[in-house]
């Protein structure tokens, strides 16, 4: 039977940014070295107001032809005027 070492989980709500980068990084890694396909990158598309005020945006990850949506928002005041579509 195989047994198992004590591991300490650190689990955070405000994981630094450089951590979360590096994460992806080797999960591309790895992913291009099984599939041969080397294309991953993070997308993001912000809509802001001239004062720099952000009113919607879409932030995700394409790789292989594919994209993974991690987060849509839409102010609700600009809400039913097809800006998720368009962010879509």
Do not use: F
């Amino acid at each position: 039977m195989a047994t198992t070492r004590s591991i300490n989980l650190n689990i955070v709500d405000d994981a630094p940014m450089s951590d979360i980068v590096q994460l992806e990084a080797c999960i591309d890694g790895y992913n291009a070295a099984r599939t041969g396909i080397d294309d991953a990158r993070l997308l993001s598309i912000m809509l802001k107001r001239p004062s720099g005020e952000l009113y919607a945006g879409l932030h995700g990850h394409t790789w292989g032809g594919t994209c993974q949506v991690k987060l849509l928002w839409v102010a609700e005041q600009e809400r039913g005027r097809g800006l998720g579509a368009a962010l879509l």
